[in-house]
């Protein structure tokens, strides 16, 4: 099947820093990718549509300023969490949709944890 | 967005058939049925989709209802590697999946 890939896997940052994300589709071009969010134990909850040479479009609640998506080629996009605080730790998950297959495919997420 | 109703849990012994249900009694003419499922601390996994009629592949089956108001994820030989959450969700016309709560399966040798 296809792969996205996501880096860092794991990464832990002191409050106030900012973290960045990669998600990159590895065998096929996406023009959309989306974020989402995980809680322990909760379902994944989606974040914002990045959308390749364009800006990104943000679910309500959802402040665009502190995830700030970057979508520069058809095989990456990037979310970076700005001013990262206790609160903003979660696992992070990105997908890509490969219209080819009409099919959304996930990356394995990301572990952040702000101390 | 529409949504789906799943089951909180369900149970199956190893190489028995699981029939996982979903309602979606709100569904539109274009939103795809999506199965995906996911185990701990990884990104959800492709299972199998489809619209209209019923679908197979090589993980599963999907049986969907002439209203479409509901389907079921059919795992014909249920593996130990199969527990983990199942996910029935509607992708609209803007692509987006919206992720329900799921089905906790688990499988006992």
């Known amino acids: 099947g296809a792969v996205v890939s996501q880096h860092p896997s794991r990464v832990i940052c002191k409050s106030g820093t900012s973290v960045k994300i990669e998600c990159r589709s590895l065998?096929?071009?996406?023009?959309?990718m989306f974020w989402y969010r995980q809680f322990p134990k909760q379902s994944l909850m989606l974040m914002a549509t990045?959308?390749?040479?364009?800006?990104?479009?943000?679910e309500q609640g959802v402040e665009k300023d502190k995830f700030l998506i970057n979508h520069a080629s058809l095989t990456l996009s990037t979310l970076t969490v700005t001013s990262a605080h206790p609160e903003d730790s979660s696992f992070y998950i990105c997908?890509?949709?490969?219209?080819?297959?009409?099919?959304?495919?996930f990356g394995p997420g990301t572990r952040l944890t702000v101390l | 967005d529409a949504k789906t109703t799943q089951p909180n849990s369900m149970e199956s012994n190893e190489e028995e058939p699981v029939h996982l249900p979903c309602n979606h009694s709100?569904?539109?003419?274009?939103?795809?049925i999506h199965w995906y499922r996911q185990l701990p601390s990884q990104g959800p996994e492709y299972v199998i989709h489809?619209?209209?009629s019923n679908v197979n592949n090589r993980m599963a089956s999907l049986a969907i209802a002439e209203d479409r108001k509901s389907s079921t994820l059919i795992l014909h030989r249920a593996t130990l590697r199969d527990a983990a959450v199942y996910y029935c969700?509607?992708?609209?016309?803007?692509?987006?999946?919206?992720f329900g709560t799921g089905t906790r399966l688990q499988v006992f040798p």
């Open positions: 990045s959308n390749e040479g364009s800006k990104a479009t943000y």
């Open positions: 065998d096929f071009q996406a023009t959309t």
């Open positions: 489809g619209l209209t």
């Open positions: 969700i509607l992708r609209d016309v803007a692509d987006k999946l919206i």
């Open positions: 709100t569904i539109s003419g274009t939103d795809y």
């Open positions: 997908s890509a949709f490969w219209r080819s297959t009409d099919t959304q495919y």
